[in-house]
């Protein structure tokens, strides 16, 4: 990132989140072991080309695992510390976890000078931490329809 001059930069955190190594191990075995090799045959002997095979077939069936790796990504970028310490130096340009740490290593110490009401407590700091979590449960909840379709896929019912 230092090469590319994007240190201090929004895209120096996005760039490397973007790659996800365990998304694309986790697709890759999806791909080569649960989609049936029959219907992809099929779908050749049919006419489709290998861009189609991958688009009409193998994609809307893969909706269920593209739903579970979009929620690993979003959940680990989002609580992600590490990278946004490393790349982001300036304090207004830091996510709001880290400014959650931030405040809540000086919340329990006393200012000296400053009137109480306006040091940050513990039930502030609480009720940051649950507006933290709400993005990551209404993700959850747009989500959970792939994630369950997936889970059921092979229940029969009655």
Do not use: K
């Not at 009401?117 to 979590?133: H, K, N, T, V, Y």
Request: hydrophobic share 55%; glycine share 6%.
């Amino acid at each position: 990132m230092n090469g590319l001059h994007l240190l201090n930069n929004p895209l120096s955190v996005i760039l490397p989140s973007a790659f996800f190594p365990f998304g694309v191990y986790l697709m890759y075995i999806f791909f080569s072991t649960s989609l049936p090799r029959d219907l992809l045959a099929a779908a050749r002997v049919d006419g489709c080309s290998e861009w189609g095979v991958f688009r009409r077939v193998a994609v809307p069936l893969a909706r269920p695992m593209v739903g579970l790796v979009a929620f690993f990504v979003f959940v680990s970028q989002w609580n992600n510390f590490f990278l946004v310490e490393v790349m982001l130096s300036s304090a207004s340009r830091l996510t709001l976890q880290v400014g959650l740490v931030y405040i809540s290593n000086t919340a329990f110490v006393p200012f000296p000078g400053l009137p109480l009401s306006q040091q940050i407590l513990r039930p502030e700091l609480a009720m940051a931490g649950i507006i933290l979590a709400f993005p990551v449960v209404v993700f959850f909840a747009f989500i959970q329809r792939n994630l369950l379709r997936g889970l059921l896929a092979g229940y029969a019912v009655g």
